[in-house]
């Protein structure tokens, strides 16, 4: 028997409303702020994530799905901000009145080993904005993601932010950080050396306990918590404490908080749930100024951020699949066309047995999927009204064929 494969997994009929729910949620809650959406392909050129991502990233060195076609290098996408970005590009959305406001929805896939809330192919759902360099955006992007988590039923929710500052100050804060971990290196796992080299901010991002034990050595930590961000991009860092305090966003300074991909600069975040286990962030983002230009735009500053739908739909109520509102009972299938049709014209849904079996097997399919059963047997047609029955109270009555619909409620 062929499966599906590992890493990925079949949204079933049961699901689907629950997924459905996530969605609605957020294409409200973006278009109240005025986000309009934005769908790109699966997959694109594998040097846009390269350039995008980063290749010192493990998204790149380790988890892409890459494949040659007609000696070109296509790969699935493992983010969709590199994707948007493109389009952004490629539109020629720099031209129209600024900030430009996306958000998005669909799968993302990683080679990674598959856990609780992170498949192979998972989903995200997010939002980009372009063409405002103000702290005020960074704090909308934060305020817009908290909303969203809060509108699925989300509340207890742990915001971390940081600042990584501007070229400059990421520069100083890059040499101060292999200065002081050199002496450590030997101790420090294979990926954190590669890092080292290539991009010595994202050793702080990992997650091997004995390198997080060096991380709290005395002098490392002088490191991490000193200060190495300049005048202009405290004040814009102090301008979104700000803002989410006006907000009543409650939020923590985490120095530690880099962000693993390499576009990010000045505000980074994310959001944890306290009701996950170890994997418990559900939101991640920040600032990304230079990735625009460095993709062959023109300078455009921009904030996003994205989230995990795998992970948000282990956390949120589910909800229930939708029952028909009306199921047909009839033996007379030309007959029972013609009032389905009524029915779903109305805006009700509307569902009948197309074997037009007998009376008592389609009233028992009728209760399973169904709140109302509408019979039009032999009496009925004969003497041109419909029988309704309320299959959640069982009150049922005898109406004329052209006054039903005002009857179901």
């Not at 380790?62 to 493992?78: A, D, G, I, Q």
């Not at 990735?291 to 994205?306: F, I, M, R, Y």
């Not at 229930?320 to 030309?334: G, L, P, R, W, Y």
């Amino acid at each position: 028997m062929i499966q599906a494969q590992k890493g990925t997994k079949d949204i079933l009929p049961s699901e689907a409303a629950t997924w459905q729910r996530m969605e609605d949620i957020a294409r409200r809650v973006f278009s109240l702020a005025n986000f309009q959406e934005i769908r790109t392909p699966v997959f694109e050129a594998t040097e846009l994530f390269a350039r995008g991502v980063g290749d010192s990233t493990d998204i790149v060195n380790k988890e892409m799905y890459t494949f040659e076609k007609s000696e070109r290098s296509l790969t699935l996408r493992p983010e969709n901000t590199a994707g948007v970005v493109r389009a952004f590009i490629e539109h020629g959305f720099s031209r129209l009145p600024q900030p430009v406001k996306l958000w998005y929805k669909g799968p993302m896939f990683r080679y990674e080993r598959p856990q609780a809330g992170r498949q192979r192919q998972f989903h995200q759902v997010g939002v980009e904005m372009f063409g405002s360099q103000e702290p005020s955006a960074d704090a909308e992007a934060i305020n817009l993601a908290v909303k969203y988590l809060n509108e699925l039923g989300l509340n207890d929710l742990e915001i971390e932010i940081n600042s990584l500052g501007c070229p400059e100050c990421r520069k100083k804060y890059r040499e101060a950080i292999k200065e002081v971990l050199k002496p450590y290196l030997k101790d420090l796992c294979e990926d954190c050396n590669f890092r080292y080299e290539k991009n010595p901010l994202r050793i702080l991002d990992c997650k091997v306990e004995s390198c997080k034990e060096i991380f709290e050595k005395e002098e490392v930590q002088k490191v991490i918590l000193g200060d190495f961000i300049c005048e202009d991009c405290k004040s814009h860092f102090d301008k979104v404490k700000e803002y989410l305090t006006a907000l009543n966003i409650p939020y923590r300074v985490n120095k530690l908080l880099v962000r693993g991909l390499d576009y990010y600069n000045r505000t980074v975040f994310e959001i944890k749930s306290n009701n996950l286990g170890s994997q418990n962030a559900v939101c991640g983002g920040g600032r990304y100024d230079s990735l625009v230009e460095t993709l062959g735009g023109p300078s455009t500053p921009a904030v996003g951020w994205a989230m995990g739908m795998e992970r948000l739909y282990s956390l949120i109520e589910k909800s229930e699949t939708q029952k028909a509102d009306v199921f047909v009972i009839s033996e007379n299938i030309a007959e029972t066309f013609k009032i389905v049709d009524e029915i779903r014209a109305s805006g009700l849904s509307a569902d009948f047995d197309y074997a037009a079996r007998k009376f008592k097997k389609q009233l028992e399919k009728a209760s399973k999927s169904a709140k109302y059963a509408l019979i039009l047997m032999d009496d009925e047609l004969n003497t041109n009204t419909v029988t309704l029955k309320n299959l959640e109270t069982s009150e049922q009555i005898n109406v004329p064929r052209n006054s039903y619909l005002e009857k179901i409620v």
